[in-house]
């Protein structure tokens, strides 16, 4: 065993005490005289038991056999009605009805040839069933405010008793200082009242160990109401009259009369002690309690609402004494004296202690015991008077016996009786004389294990008659242990301190007295100790986090299946799991707590015990949070500009404070708002504040930590600063758009805490830049002013000053101003527009004057609009397309034009303002360029070396169509392509075409190309497989020349005619499926976001595209080679006007609505093989 070097002082000291007081015990093997190691005490008979056992069980060599007494009287086990057991003087009583014949005070006597012990008195006790006596109690008549007593008399039976006195409604009768039950359990009234006639006064006893309660016969009370007075006086007068006449001085109904002035009280110490003292009289008496000579015991208590009784609990000797009660009314008093007796039943001093002697050996038996009255002593002798049984050698005396020369056959059993008038109390000492070689009661090759520096402890228990001594050699090893690192103990336990690993073997226990000697071998183990660490150490965890501990061990590996992992805070373990609510929650060797507070702050120790070790590992947890708010803010050294504010730093919950912030109020403009001012360092708690003019200022302060801001202070005292003059101008002076010869002036307004003063107004002044003339003024109040100017767009100098009623603001700057814009009034000239392919030109025009732009010119701008097709010279309504070029520029290119087709082109300039007028219109022609793809390509029929091939016109020719370029491959599943062959239609009419001398059972790649004299569009491409040899070798015709066949796919299509017809009616009334009403009352996340992903549903209010139709598709769509985007030439602006120059929507290029460029092929959706 071991014992662990954190925290284990307690227990090795413990340890060490019970090595030092264990005694050596007899082992059976040895004849001994009889020991009773077990027996009972008080034994109640209740009714509802199913058998009673009174136990007597006791140990000794020869084997003891057991005797009874009754009462003194011997009783005889063989008596049919009990059962008996084996080998033990235990015997049951059946609860078969005769059990009250059992009743009465026993004693067990175990005895075999050496001697004989007896044991305490046992006590049977068969209760009877308490019950009151059947009696007629007569009615009770009294007049009012006489005095009464209503008997209980309750039975007798098993204690507790408790009484209670209760109405037929089993409603308590209600106690005071008027009315009182008495321990006994009658109920005192010192005067009754009116209200006090029932006729159910009802005594309740109650025995609990029992489970029984008894009513005695309902009692009937009559108070007859006194009538002295004149019938004609009032009621109040009546009562008042017949009270009195009954007014008496107190006279004591407890203690009764007959028990004199003074009372003789004797109770046992411990117990609990009640003096009664109730007095009749009217008024009713008042009781109080005085010990004579002394104070209250502090222990005492009386009743709040009557003082009748005087309770002390736990009574002591120092209660005893002398004491006094005394009832008082208005007519006089009258008192009562307890003389307190405090006694006790015997309880030993000195017990007589068991022994073991050898031969000639001397000895002694103390015996003392303490009571009040002092008990006297009586010894005996296995069971027998010691006076008519004396050994040789005895010396006798009161308390004591000694022995001298023992011999064997001075074995026996003493027994020393305490007896006062209280009580009796015995006990046994055993006398064994014994010679014998020493018996190692340890087991040989016990093997024991400690870890480490720890102590290890090696047991040889022993018994040795006469004395032995003990000696602990290294096995295999002749000499002793020596040394300061072992010690061994008187009952031959051998302790090793500060073991280590050389320490592990064998080690040899020798016992030898005069008889002999014996040995015993013991195996030590030596472990690894436990070791832990607790990660993160020391946290510092802001208010409302996580915290996180985890506790890593080390443990030697024949330890681990008993290492078991806790966790504590502040020394209180957690419970295994953590708290019910969850937040705090201990999974092993993990503690995680949850929206952590600052009552989770403190140490926490994971600890580890194991079967030989324990230790612990300690982390202090740091709950941080937000300062508590400064207080006592203070304003000194008040000045126009400036004053001093001091506070009071409040609580930094573990962190900190880095910085105050404070801040004011006193806009004016908006009050209550509360502005940041300053910052100050963590460490200062004052500051100077700089103020400005004309403001009721008030302070506030928050502190600021780690974690966090705290709440603001309470605000300052107000300080107001007097007015002065503006010390800024105002900023961002500027020209808002206005007409031509017109300037809107405006600034940014000084803020309210900017103004220093009331009436604040700007003085705006201005000038044509550079000209000798003198500054035109005025002052305004708000911040914009309107001046006209001769000319457009010219310059000015202006300036703007800020003043209020205590002077001028700083000498203002002079800014740089224009007056407003008009259109600008020429248009440019188009030198050329050169045509680079069929979808791009390149445009070159001659820049417009400067004093004609009259503003600043932003750029310029080209508008251009298709006139007709070249290829079937059909004329197109206009539609603008306009595009932006900024800046001083003569040259752009406009792309993504219509290849084939004739454009009308027109450029302009603008400003600021607008644009001005359009120039010439300058009309050019685009040339041929190569169609777009086919708009669909499609097997329509395979046979085994056959296929033939259907197309659509691509949706833009962009030229004279010349024919198409068919071209095909075989391709296989590993992705290898064979030879590509090529077919060139040369009718621009056909449509189709039949491929033959195809391979049966292969899967072709189809390719078709539209052609111009340009060259050949992108193409389009299909995948199909001929077919095999065999029967499905033209299948498809045949089938399809069949007329059932026609006849049944006629059908299916009429069908789905008609279900769409119905379904979208249904829809256009508002009808919805079921499923559909069940998922718009119950939609699923994960089924609406698959719908959101594929086309929309329609409804009669959905004015939205469908997800996936032509708008969406056209906005991926893939620019062709000529398809130049406007984003590459101009600024974006892809706005398109009408002929009048407004605004009509998006640029959206030269294609036609509805247009949709795709790159798609689809698959064959008949069966390609057999």
């Given at each position: 065993?071991?014992l662990?070097?954190?925290?284990r002082g307690?227990?090795?000291s413990?340890i060490l ?8 015990e007899?082992?059976l093997s ?5 020991t009773?190691?077990k027996?009972s005490?008080v034994?109640?008979a209740f009714?509802?038991d199913?058998?009673f056992q009174?136990?007597c069980?006791a ?5 003891p056999?057991f005797?009874w ?9 063989s008596d049919?009605r009990?059962?008996?057991s084996?080998?033990s003087?235990?015997f ?8 009250s ?17 007896i044991?305490?008195e046992?006590e049977?006790?068969?209760p009877s069933?308490p019950?009151f ?6 009615p009770m008549?009294?007049e009012?405010?006489d005095?009464i ?5 309750p039975?007798k039976?098993l204690?507790?008793l ?14 005071d200082?008027?009315?009182?039950m008495s321990q ?5 009234f010192?005067n009754v009242e009116e209200k006090d006639?029932?006729?159910d006064y ?5 025995f609990p160990?029992?489970?029984?309660i008894?009513?005695k016969?309902p009692?009937?009370l009559?108070?007859n109401?006194?009538?002295h007075?004149?019938?004609?006086s009032s009621?109040?007068?009546i009562?008042s009259k017949?009270n009195?006449i009954?007014q008496r001085?107190p006279?004591?109904?407890?203690p009764?009369?007959q028990s004199?002035?003074?009372t003789?009280i004797?109770?046992?110490?411990g117990?609990?002690?009640i003096?009664e003292?109730?007095a009749e ?6 009781v109080?309690?005085r010990k004579l000579g ?5 222990s005492?208590?009386t009743?709040?609402?009557?003082k009748?009784?005087?309770?002390i609990?736990n009574i ?5 004494g002398?004491y006094?009660c005394i009832?008082n009314?208005?007519l006089?008093?009258t008192s009562?004296?307890?003389h307190?007796t ?8 000195k017990?007589p202690?068991?022994a073991?002697?050898?031969?000639g050996?001397?000895g002694?038996?103390l ?8 008990p006297?002593i ?9 006076e008519?049984?004396?050994f040789?050698?005895d010396?006798?005396?009161?308390r004591e016996i000694?022995?001298t020369n ?5 074995s026996?059993v003493?027994q ?6 209280h009580?009796?109390i015995?006990?046994?000492a055993n006398i064994d004389?014994v010679?014998v ?7 040989n090759?016990e093997?024991?294990?400690t870890v480490?520096?720890y102590?290890a402890?090696l ?8 004395k ?13 242990l020596e040394?300061s690192r072992?010690?061994?103990?008187e009952n ?11 320490d ?7 016992v ?7 040995v ?5 183990d030596i472990?690894?100790a436990?070791k832990l660490?607790?990660s993160p150490k020391n946290?510092?965890?802001?208010k409302?986090h996580?915290l996180?501990?985890?506790?890593e061990?080390?443990?030697d ?9 806790s966790?504590?805070k502040n ?6 799991n953590g708290?019910e609510d969850?937040?705090i929650v201990i ?5 995680t707590i949850s ?7 403190g140490i926490y120790s ?10 612990s590992?300690?982390?202090q947890v740091?709950?941080?949070g937000?300062p508590?708010?400064?207080g ?5 050294e008040?000045?126009n500009?400036?004053?001093r504010?001091?506070?009071e730093a ?12 404070v ?5 004016r403009?908006d ?5 940041e001012?300053t910052?100050v360092?963590g460490?200062?708690?004052e500051?100077?504040l700089?103020?400005a003019p004309y403001?009721?200022?008030q302070?506030?302060v928050?502190a ?14 107000h300080?107001?600063t ?11 002076i500027?020209?808002q ?16 805490m900017?103004?220093n003063?009331?009436g ?6 201005w000038?044509p830049q550079?000209?000798?003339?003198e ?5 305004v109040?708000n ?5 006209m100017t001769p000319t ?6 202006v ?25 600008p009034s ?5 030198h ?5 392919n069929?979808t791009?030109v390149?445009?070159?025009?001659s820049?417009?004057?400067?004093e004609?732009v009259h ?5 310029y701008?080209?508008?251009?609009w ?5 290829l079937?010279?059909r ?5 603008v ?5 900024s800046?001083?520029?003569n ?7 219509d290849?084939?087709s004739?454009f009308h082109?027109t450029?302009l300039a603008?400003?600021?303002k607008g644009a ?14 190569v ?6 390509l499609?097997?329509?029929k395979?046979d085994?070396d056959?296929?033939?091939l259907?197309w659509?016109?691509p949706?833009?020719l ?5 024919g198409?370029?068919l ?6 599943d ?5 030879e590509?062959n090529?077919?060139n239609?040369?009718?621009?009419s056909k ?5 033959s001398?195809l391979n049966?059972t292969?899967?072709y790649?189809f390719?078709?190309?539209?052609c ?11 995948e199909?497989a001929?077919l095999g040899?065999g029967k499905?070798?033209?299948?498809y015709?045949?089938i399809s020349?069949q007329g059932?066949?026609i006849g049944?796919m006629c059908?299916?299509?009429l ?7 119905v379904?979208f ?5 508002g009808g ?5 009403e069940k998922?718009d009352l119950?939609?699923?996340p994960?089924?609406?976001?698959a ?13 939205k595209p469908?997800?996936?139709?032509l ?5 991926n769509?893939?620019p ?5 985007s406007l ?5 974006g602006?892809h706005s398109?006007?009408n002929?009048?120059g407004?605004?009509?929507g998006a640029y959206?290029g030269a294609?036609e ?8 092929s689809?698959?064959?959706t ?5």
């Amino acid at each position: 065993m071991g014992l662990p070097l954190c925290g284990r002082g307690l227990i090795l000291s413990l340890i060490l005490v019970l090595l030092r007081l264990s005694t050596a015990e007899i082992p059976l093997s040895v004849q001994q005289v009889p020991t009773i190691i077990k027996q009972s005490y008080v034994q109640v008979a209740f009714p509802f038991d199913e058998y009673f056992q009174i136990e007597c069980e006791a140990k000794g060599n020869p084997e003891p056999k057991f005797s009874w007494t009754k009462d003194d009287k011997p009783f005889d086990l063989s008596d049919p009605r009990i059962i008996v057991s084996n080998n033990s003087g235990t015997f049951k009583i059946p609860n078969e009805g005769h059990i009250s014949h059992f009743q009465g005070k026993y004693r067990c006597f175990a005895s075999n040839r050496l001697g004989t012990a007896i044991s305490e008195e046992i006590e049977f006790i068969v209760p009877s069933v308490p019950k009151f006596p059947k009696e007629k109690i007569e009615p009770m008549d009294v007049e009012e405010g006489d005095s009464i007593v209503l008997p209980c008399n309750p039975p007798k039976g098993l204690p507790p008793l408790h009484i209670y006195w209760m109405n037929i409604e089993l409603e308590h009768i209600k106690q005071d200082e008027r009315v009182y039950m008495s321990q006994k359990g009658d109920l005192y009234f010192a005067n009754v009242e009116e209200k006090d006639s029932r006729n159910d006064y009802c005594c309740f006893a109650a025995f609990p160990k029992l489970r029984t309660i008894v009513q005695k016969m309902p009692m009937k009370l009559t108070v007859n109401s006194l009538k002295h007075a004149n019938d004609s006086s009032s009621s109040t007068e009546i009562s008042s009259k017949a009270n009195s006449i009954k007014q008496r001085k107190p006279k004591l109904l407890l203690p009764p009369a007959q028990s004199g002035s003074s009372t003789e009280i004797t109770v046992l110490k411990g117990e609990t002690l009640i003096l009664e003292c109730f007095a009749e009289g009217l008024p009713t008496p008042q009781v109080e309690w005085r010990k004579l000579g002394s104070e209250l015991p502090k222990s005492s208590e009386t009743e709040e609402k009557c003082k009748n009784a005087l309770k002390i609990e736990n009574i002591s000797y120092h209660d005893k004494g002398n004491y006094r009660c005394i009832a008082n009314n208005s007519l006089g008093k009258t008192s009562h004296d307890f003389h307190v007796t405090v006694e006790e039943p015997p309880s030993w001093k000195k017990k007589p202690q068991s022994a073991v002697y050898s031969t000639g050996s001397n000895g002694i038996l103390l015996c003392e015991a303490e009571g009040e009255p002092q008990p006297t002593i009586k010894w005996r002798v296995n069971g027998l008077p010691i006076e008519n049984h004396p050994f040789p050698g005895d010396v006798m005396f009161p308390r004591e016996i000694s022995f001298t020369n023992l011999q064997p056959n001075h074995s026996a059993v003493y027994q020393c009786e305490a007896s006062n008038s209280h009580g009796t109390i015995l006990a046994n000492a055993n006398i064994d004389v014994v010679d014998v070689v020493p018996l190692i009661k340890t087991k040989n090759e016990e093997n024991y294990a400690t870890v480490v520096g720890y102590s290890a402890f090696l047991h040889c228990e022993y018994f040795a008659s006469p004395k032995a001594t003990v000696s602990w050699e290294v096995a295999d090893e002749a000499h002793p242990l020596e040394g300061s690192r072992y010690h061994t103990y008187e009952n031959g336990t051998l302790e090793i301190y500060r073991t280590t690993e050389e320490d592990a073997g064998s080690y040899s226990c020798w016992v030898d007295n005069a008889m002999g000697k014996a040995v015993i071998t013991a195996n030590l183990d030596i472990r690894n100790a436990t070791k832990l660490k607790v990660s993160p150490k020391n946290p510092r965890i802001p208010k409302s986090h996580v915290l996180e501990l985890h506790c890593e061990s080390q443990c030697d590996s024949h330890l681990k299946h008993s290492l078991k992992l806790s966790w504590s805070k502040n020394g209180k373990v957690f419970e295994i799991n953590g708290t019910e609510d969850g937040r705090i929650v201990i999974d092993g060797a993990n503690l995680t707590i949850s929206n952590i507070s600052v009552e989770d702050q403190g140490i926490y120790s994971c600890s580890a015990q194991t079967a030989l070790d324990s230790t612990s590992e300690k982390t202090q947890v740091t709950v941080l949070g937000v300062p508590d708010p400064p207080g006592n803010l203070l304003l000194s050294e008040r000045q126009n500009r400036s004053v001093r504010l001091s506070w009071e730093a409040g609580d930094d919950h573990n962190s900190n404070i880095s910085e105050y912030i404070v801040e004011f109020e006193g806009n004016r403009e908006d009050p209550g708002r509360w502005e940041e001012l300053t910052r100050v360092p963590g460490e200062e708690t004052e500051v100077v504040l700089s103020l400005a003019p004309y403001v009721s200022y008030q302070f506030r302060v928050t502190a600021v930590n780690e974690v966090g801001r705290s709440h603001p202070s309470q605000p300052s005292d107000h300080h107001e600063t007097p007015p002065a003059a503006p010390d800024k101008n105002p900023q961002n002076i500027r020209v808002q758009a206005s007409q031509p010869k017109e300037m809107i002036i405006k600034w940014e307004p000084l803020k309210s805490m900017e103004q220093n003063g009331p009436g604040l107004e700007y003085r705006v002044s201005w000038k044509p830049q550079g000209a000798p003339e003198e500054w035109e003024e005025e002052t305004v109040t708000n911040h914009t002013l309107r001046v006209m100017t001769p000319t457009v767009y010219a310059p000015y100098d202006v300036q703007v000053q800020a003043i209020n009623q205590l002077g001028s603001g700083p000498e203002p700057q002079t800014v740089t101003l224009y007056s407003g814009e008009d259109y600008p009034s020429t248009a440019p000239v188009i030198h050329r527009v050169d045509v680079l392919n069929s979808t791009l030109v390149k445009v070159t025009w001659s820049s417009i004057p400067k004093e004609t732009v009259h503003g600043l010119l932003r750029g310029y701008q080209i508008n251009w609009w298709k006139t007709k097709s070249l290829l079937d010279g059909r004329t197109h309504p206009k539609e603008v397309n306009i595009l932006r070029f900024s800046g001083q520029r003569n040259s752009g290119m406009v792309p993504s034009l219509d290849a084939f087709s004739e454009f009308h082109l027109t450029v302009l300039a603008y400003n600021s303002k607008g644009a001005g007028p359009e120039s010439e219109p300058y009309i050019f022609q685009t040339p041929e360029g190569v169609p777009e793809q086919p708009s669909f390509l499609k097997v329509i029929k395979v046979d085994k070396d056959t296929a033939t091939l259907s197309w659509g016109l691509p949706p833009k020719l962009n030229g004279n169509l010349t024919g198409y370029l068919l071209q095909y491959q075989i391709i296989n599943d590993t992705y290898e392509i064979g030879e590509l062959n090529e077919i060139n239609v040369t009718s621009p009419s056909k449509s189709s075409w039949h491929l033959s001398n195809l391979n049966a059972t292969t899967k072709y790649k189809f390719y078709l190309r539209a052609c111009t004299s340009k060259g050949c569009g992108k193409p389009i491409s299909e995948e199909s497989a001929t077919l095999g040899e065999g029967k499905y070798a033209g299948l498809y015709d045949d089938i399809s020349t069949q007329g059932w066949f026609i006849g049944l796919m006629c059908a299916i299509a009429l069908l789905t005619l008609v279900l769409l017809t119905v379904c979208f009616v249904k829809r256009n009334r508002g009808g919805k499926y079921s499923v559909k009403e069940k998922e718009d009352l119950h939609p699923d996340p994960e089924v609406q976001s698959a719908k959101d992903e594929t086309f929309g549903e329609y409804s009669d209010s959905d004015e939205k595209p469908l997800k996936g139709s032509l708008r969406s598709l056209g906005r991926n769509m893939q620019p062709t080679e000529s398809a130049d985007s406007l984003v590459e030439y101009g600024e974006g602006d892809h706005s398109i006007f009408n002929e009048d120059g407004s605004f009509i929507g998006a640029y959206t290029g030269a294609k036609e609505k509805g247009s949709v460029e795709s790159n798609g092929s689809s698959t064959a959706t008949f069966p390609l093989r057999a």
